[in-house]
């Protein structure tokens, strides 16, 4: 006899998991607590189901927990007040777009390279130098030797801090991303634009002897070390007094690309002296030197050449077999040559007859202004013909 199987008995608040109507149910209740999660304002209730079921929803929740949490959300708080940002609204109103504003910005070129020049403020001075500003993203500096041309004591001599000027950037960044910057670089390209313009206008400068050497001396002009060979010192002092001296100079070769700035004193002083000076006029002078081809004479601080062929007529082997160092003598001017600081003098257009110079200087003397007189005579007959007057001189 067969026993018909016993119905199991079921709560009846707990859903059949083959019942329809139940698993309807939970699906409109899923349904709503999606839902609810979405707009943030309600919280999701289900119906009471088996152990099982309830911890496999339980690790669903979690699993989309965990990932909701490692997500970065699409609207996140600013770390700057919202109220200090322009909207493209106000962009707009401001009368350029951001794309101009984009475009503007990137016209400016922060990558700085040697040889600049660059506007810095100075911010702090230091022992070895001092602490520039120019925009960069690390302080520049400026070595203690690069802050002038001109020797200083301390860099308080020349900066001050919160003080703005130019700098030029003498190297490429180094490790730690800082440059090297320099005025001295600045001063010495300008002194040298400056001396250019002083030679091109042919200015007599003044300028103070700083030291003396075998060649000759030492000055400076616009911070440059400027030389004056001996040959271009015109003064009695010896070389070594001429020290703390301050001398009227011409530029004789100025050349940046060879670092030479040679001058002339003699120049200067013949130039002065060529002011009140004319070609065919006397004057009284003193042998201060003696070379094979002539004599030195002094004529009121600036020095002439008495020519060995221009003493007298008649040939002589030597200059020294006519004249002595310190002898006093007039000579006659016959040339002034302004450009190369020279001054040529005669006395053999002095002389009455052919070689009075060998046999009695003194007649050449006493009869200097005489003869020169008649020079001056020739000199404007032969203008008036169209000759040239030191041409037939000379011959």
Sequence with gaps: MSVAPTEQLQDPSTPSEADPSQQDKKALEASASAADTDTDTATSESAPVSEAANLS?????????????????????????????????????????????????????????????????????????AMIDIGAKTAAFMPLQEVSINRVEGLSDVLQPGEIREFFIMSEENEDGQLSLSIRRIEYQRAWERVRQLQKEDATIYSEVFATNRG????????????????????????????????????????????????????????????????????????????????????????????ISEISHEHIETPHTVLNVNDQMKVMIIDLDAERGRISLSTKALEPEPGDMLTDPQKVFDKAEEMAARYKQMLLEQAEEGEDPIGVMMA
Excluded: C
């Excluded at 503007?104 to 506007?119: E, T």
């Excluded at 001296?245 to 670092?259: G, H, I, S």
């Design 57 to 129: 929803e339980t690790a669903h929740a979690d699993d989309g927990f965990n990932e909701e949490d490692l997500s970065i959300p699409e609207e996140v708080p600013t770390a700057d007040d919202p109220s200090s940002r322009a909207s493209r609204r106000d962009m707009d109103a401001a009368g350029f777009t951001i794309e101009e504003f984009a475009s503007l910005l990137s016209k400016y070129d922060y990558n700085f390279k040697p040889g600049d020049i660059v506007n810095g403020t100075v911010f702090a001075l230091e022992s070895k130098g």
């Design 216 to 307: 000759g001396a030492l000055v400076r002009v616009e911070g440059l070390r400027g030389f004056i060979p001996g040959s271009h010192i015109s003064t009695r002092k010896a070389k070594e007094e001429l020290v703390a001296d301050f001398l009227p100079l011409k530029f004789l070769e100025v050349d940046e690309e060879r670092n030479r700035l040679v001058l002339s004193h003699r120049r200067a002083l013949v130039e002065r002296k060529m002011n009140r000076l004319e070609v065919g006029e006397v004057v009284i002078g003193t042998v201060r030197g003696i070379k094979p081809y002539g004599a030195f004479i002094d004529i009121g601080g600036v020095s002439g050449l008495l020519h």
